[in-house]
């Protein structure tokens, strides 16, 4: 190879180490092209080191060869295609592409390439490394757009599992509000039934007190007509005094109080209404006998009935 050549390899991007090396293994610009691509994945020091070695043993085998008197081996022929080379690096070049492995020397000499040939060729190893990196990008491109894809999928995917997530929550959100209404009513229903109760108590009490004053009896409260034995099935005549629960509750804010509830009003409701009158949120209930103590939000979901406190009780709220 000349200057010249190493020189337009120069320009078109390689390492000078690399075209040095393809220069000297090689004859050609066409073959340096071809050795720069079958060795382009070798480090720099790899293909160095197997340089200097190829140069010791031709070398050797130069000092052993038997060349006849009066002719010189100006060529290297391959015996299994017939294929010419100008030097070992040439040959060996070819026999690591095609495997061959016969080769032997000629006195033939291997016409160079004219300026025309060199630019033809130059023009036409230009052209397959502009269709090689054309197809590299193409195929960057590709694999690029798979990433991307699934890059979008991954991601829609997310999305959508975070929107089903956000759903369920609000799903069971609106549930959650939904129930704390219902129970919101029913704590007004009962506080709303406890007060009719309280009234009727207070209206029961005045008449008494009136007819006290007037000298007279009081007027006997209505009564509901007893119900067959038969119908009762048996059931004990102070069974519809269960109906109401007479409570004393002790505080220590207003003494004691004296009220009348539902059976079916929860300590929750009882302990509201403490604190409506008190000032004083109530932490728990307290009855001496049987001792039993009686938290908040522990035991205020209990009815006065659950609870033992039908028909009357005396309690100490804390």
Known sequence: MTAADLDVLLSMGFEQARAEIAAKKTGNLQQALDWLEANQDKSLEELQAQNQASAEDEDEEMAGANIPSGETAKSLVCNECGKKFRNHDQATFHATKTDHQDFSESVDEIAPLTEE???????????????????????????????????????????????????????????????????????????????????????????????????????????????????????????????????????????????TYPSETTLFEVAHAVEEETGVPVQSFQINFPRKTFEAGVDFGMTLKEAGFVPSAAIIAN
């Open 117 to 259: 040939e060199k630019k033809a060729r130059l023009e036409e190893l230009r052209q397959k490394l502009a269709a090689k990196r054309a197809v590299q990008s193409e195929a960057d491109k590709e694999t690029a757009k798979r990433n991307e894809q699934i890059r979008m999928k991954a991601t829609k995917d997310s999305q959508e599992l975070k929107e089903e997530l956000q759903r369920k929550e609000r799903i069971k959100d609106a549930e959650k509000k939904k129930q704390e209404k219902i129970a919101d009513a029913e704590a007004k229903k009962r506080i709303k039934a406890k007060i009719e109760a309280d009234r009727a108590e207070r209206k029961r009490r005045e008449e008494e007190a009136k007819a006290l004053r007037e000298g007279r009896a009081p007027q006997a409260p209505v009564v509901a007509p007893a119900a067959p034995l038969s119908a009762l099935g048996g059931a004990s005549a102070s069974g519809s005094s269960a109906a109401t629960a007479r409570l004393r509750i002790q505080t220590k804010q207003k003494g004691n109080l004296m009220k």
